[in-house]
């Protein structure tokens, strides 16, 4: 990446931002303009790295961009423009604590000084969730009770933030302040068009209540476009992050959960589909930080054609978090010859008092269960569709029937393609 110091003035000089966002713009380019680019993900197998040319984005102050909302109710207040708000409770969201080592790269403080497009979100006071308590005891096996269970849990209120792309970068910063209740974002991306594009999208949560928190990414980028996505959570509330990941040329995503609330659960469910030479690069990090906190990291994934997926879980408990649960579970359902992926998960323990699992696995679609399709009729394309269809089917329908049929249909498109 290659910005001149005058085009960083001209882009600064469109923007009527508080002063002290505008002196944080500044550090960071300095900083951009002094660090290399990141190393791209090298797995046990495969290596993860977009064909892709950065020196061609050059940043926008006003992006060319459709943005929709939609905000069925009261309780939820969505800023939403190209620059930052004059609110100095904003300033708590460009502290140091949410960055992590592996930010020091240009193209993270590319992103921070040059975001163009900003959502800030509040909530009105309601009646908080009622937390969990319960956790497996050495009687139990490792299996989640009802209380505890790793499939997301039916989510029918929430507002929607759509975006439909069509040129130019843009770097979306969102803030979520719930220390009031908020209960679901809905955030979707799609794109067209024949020119190469690079988006990133960077959220922040901040949560201080015992409530539940959800945020979610449905991303259909056409495969002209690169997409960076970081998602960074520090809370004591109830967290469930979801991520349909289904297009794009290249999809770096990383999610960093910080659990400092007893009793508090951190759900991550993360699906994807690949073809052609689609790549994906999936990270998710919870820190269990205090008692009785759980975890559950799912990964569930099909590529075709020569497409690339590395799939990396990491949950770790301190050593002050006696008594947490967690479990993580990757599967990638390899459909062509030339698709490759690895499975990494990971498990940091410094307490003994705990109960931890996982589970990886990328492979085929068992050969005995597409013969007992096929033996009813079925083509090689339909079967492999119905089982992953039947895999993916437990996390498509944790919305409204609308928005259910909507991730339905874009599952057949993706499977189809």
Not at 40 to 66: C, H, M, T, W, Y
Not at 263 to 273: D, H, K, M, Q, S
Not at 385 to 403: H, M, R
């Amino acid at each position: 990446m290659q910005v001149t110091e005058q085009e960083f003035e001209n882009f600064i000089k469109q923007l009527d931002e508080p002063e002290w966002y505008t002196q944080y713009r500044k550090d960071c380019f300095k900083k951009f303009q002094t660090l290399d680019m990141p190393g791209f993900k090298q797995g046990l197998n495969i290596k993860i790295q977009p064909d892709f040319d950065f020196n061609s984005v050059r940043p926008k102050a006003k992006p060319e961009v459709i943005k929709k909302i939609t905000n069925p109710h009261d309780r939820i207040q969505i800023y939403s423009g190209n620059q930052m708000p004059h609110n100095d409770e904003l300033k708590e969201f460009i502290a140091d604590k949410w960055k992590e080592p592996e930010d020091e790269n240009k193209i993270y403080y590319f992103n921070e000084a040059f975001a163009n497009d900003f959502s800030i979100i509040t909530g009105t006071p309601e009646k908080p969730a009622e937390i969990p308590t319960e956790t497996p005891t050495q009687n139990q096996t490792e299996t989640p009770t009802q209380n505890q269970t790793e499939t997301p849990t039916e989510l029918n209120d929430f507002a929607y933030i759509a975006y439909e792309i069509t040129d130019t970068p843009i770097i979306t910063k969102t803030i979520i302040l719930s220390n009031k209740f908020i209960h679901e974002i809905i955030n979707t991306k799609t794109s067209s068009g024949n020119t190469i594009k690079y988006t990133s999208d960077d959220v922040r949560i901040l949560g201080n209540g015992n409530h539940d928190l959800g945020y979610s990414t449905i991303q259909t980028l056409d495969k002209q476009t690169v997409h960076i996505q970081k998602r960074k959570a520090i809370c004591e509330a109830q967290i469930k992050w979801n991520h349909f990941c289904f297009g794009s040329m290249y999809t770096k995503s990383t999610t960093n959960s910080d659990v400092n609330c007893p009793g508090v659960a951190n759900t991550n469910t993360t699906l994807f589909i690949g073809d052609q030479d689609q790549q994906f690069d999936l990270y998710e990090n919870v820190n269990n930080n205090a008692p009785k906190t759980r975890a559950f990291i799912k990964t569930v994934g099909a590529l075709k054609g020569n497409a690339k997926a590395l799939t990396e879980s990491l949950i770790r408990v301190d050593k002050n978090a006696h008594n947490s649960y967690g479990h993580e579970a990757q599967r990638t359902i390899l459909l062509s010859e030339t698709a490759e992926a690895d499975a990494i998960p990971k498990l940091e323990i410094n307490n003994n008092d705990v109960q931890c699992s996982h589970a990886s696995s990328v492979g085929q679609i068992d050969e005995d269960l597409m013969f007992y399709l096929q033996s009813r009729g079925l083509d090689d394309k339909t079967s492999q569709n119905i089982v992953v269809k039947g895999t993916f089917e437990p996390y498509l329908n944790i919305f409204d029937e609308s928005l259910g049929q909507e991730l339905d249909q874009i599952v057949d498109r993706a499977l189809s393609g």
